[in-house]
């Protein structure tokens, strides 16, 4: 299946909430329906708009067919992150450290129901990650999501601490890492 990316900084991403909610809509079908909280679609674009207020932020749309079917996004990690409060494992000296070069903060990779299996995932990933500068990414994921860790370990990420985002009724996640370089 031939993909196309549409790459958007945080201006244009602002514009396309639209896509965003729906592509958000049509991935996350179970959670949403579970009924928690912080998987509501109000809650997920609320993140949205505050994540598009910071510096370097890009979106990456996937399309097959000319409809979008996924998305990804990110930003570099600033001097004064909140990113690493919640920290619930010791890492190591100097590990947070940020500086807005030295880590890529990987938010999200989404992709709907109908291509959910088929590389699209991997290919946003790549997409996002491709030609970035900082010397590492980061990411948070469930520990029982087990097919996205199994793929982010597939991926080359490894798990650097456990961490609960200082946001309210947020999962304990694992922190992963991965070198860009």
């Known amino acids: ?42 809650r997920f674009m609320h993140r949205f708009d505050l994540y598009t207020k910071r510096d370097g932020f890009e979106l990456v749309i996937a399309e097959a067919d000319g409809a979008p079917i996924g998305q990804s996004f990110g930003w570099p990690l600033p001097a004064d992150t909140a990113w690493w409060k919640g920290l619930r494992t010791e890492v190591p000296h100097g590990f947070t450290d940020e500086d807005g ?16 299996g088929q590389g699209v995932a991997h290919a946003l990933h790549d997409e996002l990650l491709k030609g970035r500068p900082e010397e590492r990414a980061t990411l948070l994921v469930r520990p ?30 694992d922190a992963l890492i991965k070198s860009l370089r």
């Open 1 to 42: 299946m031939p993909l196309t990316f549409t790459h958007l900084n945080r201006d244009a991403a602002r514009e396309a909430v639209e896509t965003v909610a729906d592509i958000y809509q049509r991935s996350y079908v179970e959670r949403i329906a579970a009924g928690a909280p912080f998987y509501t679609v109000e």
């Open 144 to 173: 029982d999501n087990v097919a996205a860790y199994a793929a982010y370990r597939r991926w080359g990420w490894h798990k650097a601490a456990e961490l609960r985002p200082a946001m309210t009724d947020a999962p304990v996640y």
């Open 101 to 116: 070069h030295r880590t890529f903060a990987l938010s999200e990779i989404m992709v709907t129901e109908p291509y959910q």
